[in-house]
């Protein structure tokens, strides 16, 4: 039997016996973080939980006695730290929008201080020029901060893995660092690397030696540093997650009009109440969802829904918050406030779709979990080997830590920040914004992108597309006339119109004694003759039917998806104008550098069937997925993910942002809006779709450059590691090896400077 614990539970949400609370996460360094906490709570009974490391959040659902507190402490027994959120209070910025709560800032503030003291570190050790009297013990001034302070976090983060007997990359950054600042310590105040006027000749032989002359601070400090500035650039990458629900609230309106006692009273937007009757003004955003009480007008719903073409209301019609009134005045009666409005559940969209990806565990991590224990297995094995041959505990011991200092990645530090920061370089000239590393193994995989209709594969504007006269007229006098008196109205439609007008016509005719007719069109007069612009109805209702070649030409156009309106003027209906979102010029042919790149393309929209099957037809696409509402377009990815398909989004409105966020890899038009944007991985800047496919060849570009650089920097570790081993390891040797391999992963990742698009800008 269930009990009802809600009084002491207020972060959860009880449905029947279940139950769901959503923790925030600190102390993660990685995924393979996220997954041990994962595991953890997974392995409690009825607890079904998923963490997601770029939000640092633990959505959990569990049945049963437990109690969130339970739950914390099952965190904490992982080596984390766990935290049910309290609400914003009112008035204050909700969470992560102050800068205070900057979590880069800390890291910022650890790799400058840490640059600015290895840069001398650096220097002194490589130029021999540079070795003043007493220079080894400046080095170890500058370095003792960089190695105990700089890379504190990797510490904390091999400590907890030690705990639970895994290793990641920040085992392998902890211990060889440490092992490469103990042994420089020791050398400077046991061995002779103390002495006054001791150099760190620039010899390339092999030579064994208890090693008491050699001080390794510039590995620990160099591999400090670069790994902090990688680690630097994916925070600010991950910050960016939380910022597309704060993008998706903050499209509401602030303010709102409310009619009370007859009289209207600006409050707040939060301070509206189901029942309140409230005004709408022509250009103003629906402060909340609400049903039409009085008025008429089009409503622009293009920001939620996606689509361009502008929706009738009248008395009765249900409205949505945030949309634009882009016609008459509106009093709309509000049914919907707060969290239960479209707009707040499209967010809650959004999150979930956040929380339930999987986030890809680092290619270096899982490399490391594998090569650390080898390497601490080979050192203490050296060791023993040493000691057992009767060759002194001192030679035992320098060969030993001598197989740990070589193992320290230098080179592997470099492998994925040079190779991200060089090939997100060459993608901002190519107007492609790759969020990061973790973004790059999910190209690889993708076999489906999924297009998003307007404003993706169409430009999503209204515009002209067709002008049919009657019999005997001519379609630039249609055009002159209709467009001429379009140019009063407001509405989208009119716009598209005069827009198309004048750029056929250039400058219209004045319009006189305009007047607007609510729902079916427009009349006025224009060169002396009495025109009249609108629907079919508005015609018959001054007894002019559409002849049978334009009633055809209107027919034919709805069929084609295309809005269409009739012009008549002096009595008689002289021709029919057609607007529609019309296809960008460059979609077909980035659909077919999609196809070539072994993709297959979906056309997803909320349009009727027939337009999607136009538009999908024309630029070459065959599996069309239409009529779907805003709300569902992340249950569409989600169901083509369970057939088994890894789903590239591509998108631009609010209506897709949950999409984007459900799918493997997410693409945002640049051009379209900032939750969109927020919500993908890799934004493209100039709309432009061709360059989807240019930005998933770069980054699987990218990745194959990052494995070869990882190839490499540990083929350079397994090469060196034997000599280490055997005592014959040369200080300068060792630093001519690292400079070497450092210098391949660079050069190797500045090949991508060389990438170039498919096709030409």
Known sequence: MSTD??????????????????????????????????????????????????????????????????????????????????????????????????????LRQRLLVSTLLTVPVIAMAMVPALQFDAWQWLSLTLAAPVVVWGALPFHRAAWTNARHATATMDTLISVGTLAAFAWSVYALFFGTAGEIGMTHPFELTLQRGDGAGNIYLEAATGVTTFILAGRYAEARAKRRSGAALRALLEMGAKEVAVLRDGTETRIPVDQLQVGDVFVVRPGEKLATDGKVVDGTSAVDASMLTGESVPVEVGVGDAVVGATVNAGGRLHVRATRVGSDTQLAQMARLVEDAQNGKAQVQRLADRISGVFVPVVLALAAGTLGFWIGTGNGLGAAFTAAVAVLIIACPCALGLATPTALMVGTGRGAQLGILIEGPEVLESTQRIDTVVLDKTGTVTTGRMRLVDVTAAHGEEPDEVLRLGGALEAASEHPIAGAITSGAIERLGALPRVEDFTNLEGLGVQGQVDGHAVLVGRPRLMQQWSQPLPEDLARALADAQLAGRTAVAVSWDGRVRGVLAVAD????????????????????????????????????????????????????????????????????????????????????????????????????????????????????????????????????????????????????????????????????????????????????
């Not at 963490?51 to 109690?67: H, I, P, Q």
């Open 5 to 106: 614990t809600s009084a002491t539970r207020p972060a959860a949400h009880a449905q029947m016996d279940e139950q769901q609370v959503e923790l925030a996460i600190t102390g993660m360094t990685c995924a393979s973080c996220a997954n041990r906490i994962e595991r953890k709570l997974n392995k409690l009974d009825g607890v079904t939980a998923t963490v997601n490391y770029a939000t640092e959040k633990a959505r959990v659902t569990w049945s049963g006695d437990l109690t969130p507190e339970q739950l914390v402490d099952t965190v904490a027994a992982a080596g984390y730290t766990a935290a049910l959120p309290a609400p914003p209070a009112a008035g204050q910025p909700a969470e992560g929008t102050s800068p205070a709560d900057d979590a880069t800032a800390a």
């Open 582 to 761: 019309t296809v960008k010029p460059t979609s077909a042919e980035a659909i077919s550098q999609l196809r070539r790149l072994g993709l297959r393309p979906v056309l997803l929209t909320g349009d009727n069937e027939v337009v999607a099957r136009a538009v999908a037809a024309e630029v070459g696409i065959e599996e069309v997925i239409a009529e779907v509402l805003p709300a569902e377009k992340a249950a569409v990815v989600q169901r083509l993910q369970a057939e088994g398909r890894v789903v590239a989004m591509v998108g631009d409105g609010v209506n897709d942002a949950a999409a984007l966020a459900q799918s493997d890899l997410g693409l945002a038009m640049g051009t379209g809006t900032d939750v969109a944007i927020e919500a993908s991985d890799l934004t493209l800047v100039r709309g432009d779709l061709r360059v989807a496919a240019d930005a998933i060849r770069l980054a699987r570009r990218t990745l194959k450059i990052i494995k070869g650089n990882l190839f490499w920097a540990f083929a350079y570790n397994v090469a060196a590691i034997p000599l280490a081993a055997a005592g014959l390891l040369n200080p300068m040797l060792a630093g001519a090896a690292m400079a070497f391999s450092s210098v391949f992963v660079v050069t190797n990742s500045l090949r991508l400077r060389r990438f170039a698009p498919l096709t030409a800008t």
